[in-house]
Structure formats: structure tokens, C-alpha cells
């Protein structure tokens, strides 16, 4: 008899607490899933707002060093055709290399031949096809990084003045490496963290390879997400990342991709932290809400004993 009082309570109190605990996990997973991809799509918005003007900053400072290094060329062919004697005296036109800072000086013929160069390997070799403009255009003037052998130099062309020809002027390693490191964008996104376990990344569309990653050990590895998955200009995606289930936000930005990953389980940290303690709330009101009913059975069975006596 007792059981068949408790048995319907328990079962409402039982369908009651499921069906709390399930709202509450489906509409804080919801909200929490929301949330996170607002707040990844705005952290990819500023990223590529920084991409810009790091790119920008670059590229000014970049045609700064540039536009140094040609005036330096365009000045070294008004001293030459003011005196063709510098080229024929080797002493002289190592006097001048040095005066200019450079690392070797070559003046070709009006086919792009060296004619004379401070370098002993630098005579009769071709000057850079990119500077044979110059033979024909008086007022070129290009300066460009040059990479031969492992190394990576400036490399200068000026139009020669006193007869056709190219002045080619290359310039130390340890000029272009300032220019390298401007240029560098692998370390632009290392030191930004995402939340805990998340990760921000910026993709090369083309060669579809991490140019930097929060963690620098990806940097030039190529991406594990499907390229399919970035059709659109933005989005979200589900996806597996280093053994785990991660919510994949995305924004395509000037021939790159930004990315920032992060798995569900943090995501939802705060939905399953909602829901164990609400179970506990809720189980601990139940058993109350029993033994209440059942000590009011209690004194009600014990009054109508009196009465009956």
C-alpha cells in the first residue's frame, strides 16, 4: 500500500527532473555553441583588421629600404658617367663598393653582358633579366630580393648613363634579412591564444599550408581540414583536430584564410557544469519534497489512529 502512495510522486518527481535537465542541456549547449562562434567570428574579424595594416606597415617600410637602395644605384650611375674611369680601375671601383656599402657592383654592356664588376666572378655573366629594361629606359630604377645558393641579398638595377648598359649592385645578406623578418608573417598569430585548448591560424588559399599557427610547430605543415569545407567567403564547420571533436570558424581574407579552432568539450564545459549541478539541486528537492510528503502521511496516519481510539 505504502509503495503504490510513493510510486506516482516518484515517478512525476522523476519525469520532472529529466525534463529540466533537458532543457537546460539542450538550451545551454545552444546558447554556448551560439556564443562561441560569435565570439570566434569577431576575434577573426580583428585578426584580419591586424593582418592589413601589418602587411601595410610592411610593405611601406619594405618600399622604404627600396627606394634607399635605388637612389644609392641611381647615384652610383651619375658618378660613373660623370667618370668612366672608376669601372677600368680596380682599385677605384672597390673604393666605391665600399663607400656605398655594397656587397659587389656590376656594370654590363647594352646586351645585358658584365663588362666590369668588383666581383672576379662577375665578368662576362648576364645581369638579372628582371633589370634589361634599363638598357632601353635611362630612368629605370628597380631594386628586388635576389636568392642564390641559400642566401638572400638585394639586388639593385639602374639604367647606365654614359653608354647602353645596366648597373647591377648587390648588397650584404644582413640588408634583406630586415626586409625578410617585415615580410615574415609566420609568427603573427603564435602568441594568440584561443580561450584554453583553442587555436587561431593563418592559411595560404594557394599553397593551402599554415603560414602561422598558435602552435609554431605547424607552421609550414599543410591543413587536415578538407579544402571543400572553405567554399564559402565565411563559416563554421565540424571537424577532428589532434584526437578531438572541434568546432572549425572560419574567414577568408585577401587570398588567405583565418581560422580559429576549438573543441567541444570546451565549448560545453559550462553546459555540463550547468547540468551536473542542477541534477544535484534537483535530486536533493526531490528527496526533500518526499520525505516531506511522507512525514505529513505520517502525522495524518497517527492523527487518524488517535480519532479512532
Known sequence: MKKTIYRPLIILMLVFTLAIMFLAYYSTGVVGRWETREMISERLEQLS???DENIK???EITQEIYENYKSKSRITAIMLSKNTGIMQSDVSFEEMRVIIGASSISVSDGSG???YSTSLSGNKEMVNKEFLPAVDNKVFSEAMLYHNNGKTTVLTGSSRLDADGVIQIEYDPQDAEMI???NDLSRFITDIPLMVNGHFALIDSETYKYISHTDSIMNGTGVQFPAD???EEKGWF??????ED?????LKHDGYILIGTLPFSEIYSHRNSVVV???????TSAFITILTVRNKILIYNSHQEKNNL
Open 229 to 231: 569545407e572553405f567554399e
Open 238 to 243: 565540424r571537424s577532428e583536430f589532434e584526437g
Open 277 to 283: 549541478w542542477l541534477a544535484f539541486a534537483l535530486s
Open 180 to 182: 625578410l623578418k617585415l
Open 113 to 115: 653582358v658584365i663588362e
Open 57 to 59: 606597415r610592411s610593405t
Open 49 to 51: 583588421n591586424s593582418l
Open 246 to 250: 572541434v568546432l572549425v570558424q572560419y
